[in-house]
């Protein structure tokens, strides 16, 4: 798919609509009554046309000029995020959190009551905008410039970080807590169920990511944070038996 073209800019911003919607291409098959992989094919820029674009539009709630008016205003030439920029962001851990859940559709407001950040957050937002990573639209709206880079060593930092959160998470975690939700089994899988297995769990994310936007409205004094753990490591028969 051109990403350049008008049908490219209007799939990219059906696609954002997906994600904030929580929607999978399944669900959009079930509600235009099509298989899943005409579906994807749509979403590729194969074999689109007017009518189907409409239908598009449809399942997420938008019209087709709703839609075009959304994609225009949508900037899907965001440039990555610099490694000067991850370095910035490396040593100011609020911004780097504070830009994190902007990027989710939380307004400086909300992560100001969230966080305790009212009297940093302005100094937060001001360090965002000269990294070049937000421009300050109003006092409580921002537009986020650039997208996170995949591939590289600026990769590997992140990884590194999230691994190093992930073993902090499991050190202290305590299983017998009755708040604490978890589950640990062994499968017995094949090469292509682990490839499905990694589809679940990136679906997981995804929408946990969109209960999240669900519940974005609800004040802090009636929500609880929770931190999240889901992985797989090959295993062997001797250690089912241990």
Known sequence: MDASTSVGKLILALKQQL??????????????KVSEGTVKRYFSGKGISILALDKLA???????????????????????L????????KKSKSSSVVLNYLSMGFTPAQLAQEFDLTDQMDGILTRLQDWGLIRRVSANSVRILVK???????????????????RRFLSAIDLHEDDCQWSCFYARLSQVSVGRLRE??????????????????IPPGEVQWYQLFVGAEPSSRKNILR
């Open 19 to 32: 994600k904030v919607k929580g929607l999978h291409y399944r669900d959009v098959a079930e509600r235009l």
């Open 58 to 80: 449809q399942t997420v709630g938008l019209d087709l000029f709703s839609l075009a008016a959304l994609a225009q205003q949508q900037n899907v030439t965001e440039p990555w």
């Open 82 to 89: 610099t490694k000067a920029q991850q370095t910035a962001l």
């Open 148 to 166: 996170p880079r995949s591939g590289g060593k600026q990769d590997d930092d992140v990884r590194e970080g999230r691994i190093k959160m992930a």
């Open 200 to 217: 679940i769990m990136q679906r997981f994310s995804s929408d946990v990511h969109a209960l999240m936007k669900i519940d974005i409205e």
